[in-house]
């Protein structure tokens, strides 16, 4: 795994919160892919990923986020990416995959926008 790549799960309001940091790519997105594959989503939660501190992402990272969302659905729960890199958001929209997850600035406005769609 490259050095500096973490990740870290935290409870929220309304879920489950992911956090990626360093550089997600083909060296480490199975150490992505093993903190997806551990999380347990109950039904009507939100899974929360947090980029904040992502400064990279390739295909292999945008795989894990697939990953993610895939895990989400299975669970009837919700997914959503929180301050999302510029360079991740100009990938997402070039291969048309901006639209399979909500994004938001914030994990305030994560946890609003599931709280205002549960209603």
Known sequence: MTA????ATRRSATGTVLEFA?????????????AIQALTLNRG??????????????????SAL?????????????????????????????IGLAGFFPAHPTLADADAAWAVARR
């Open 4 to 7: 500096g790549f973490t990740t």
């Open 66 to 94: 697939l990953a993610a969302r895939n895990l989400a659905l299975a669970a009837d729960a919700g997914i959503a990416l929180v301050a999302v890199p510029g360079q991740l958001q100009r990938s997402l929209r070039l």
């Open 45 to 62: 939660e939100h899974l929360v990923v947090d980029l904040s501190a992502l400064t990279f992402c390739d295909s292999s990272g945008i």
């Open 22 to 34: 360093g550089e997600l790519d083909a060296a480490t997105s199975p150490g992505a892919l093993a």
